[in-house]
């Protein structure tokens, strides 16, 4: 009987350890992604350059959008190089649902990451 009723309880926290490490877990990679990114803006590099980038260090099956994007050029006037990657989380276990289903808020199935570097001129 008291397996019954500290199973599921159990296996909550299991899921929960599991979904909340790959989301963790994805947040610190995007992260160093983005910053990758913004150094390679602050050094003259292209949009499409800084792109590439972060796909290549993120290097997650997740879908990538940038909010923000901006790289510093010769004569733009900009003092940073700034990136905000915003990208897809799919959880394993159904904890997300769970948490959805008793009024959590905000958005659980996306990481943001935001890098800035100062332009080097």
Do not use: H, W
């Not at 910053?35 to 050094?43: F, P, S, Y």
């Not at 008793?102 to 199935?109: D, I, Q």
């Amino acid at each position: 009987m008291e397996t019954a009723i500290v199973l599921p309880v159990i296996l909550l926290l299991v899921f929960g350890i599991i979904d909340f490490g790959r989301a963790l877990q994805q947040q610190t990679q995007l992260a160093a992604a983005v910053r990758e990114g913004a150094r390679v803006g602050a050094l003259n590099g292209t949009a499409a350059a800084v792109q590439t980038k972060v796909s290549a260090v993120a290097n997650s099956g997740g879908t990538l959008t940038y909010p923000t994007l901006t790289v510093c050029t010769g004569g733009s006037g900009l003092t940073d190089s700034t990136v905000t990657a915003r990208q897809t989380f799919t959880p394993l276990t159904p904890v997300f649902a769970f948490m959805q289903l008793f009024g959590a808020s905000g958005n659980l199935g996306s990481v943001t990451a935001t890098g800035v570097m100062s332009c080097t001129g």
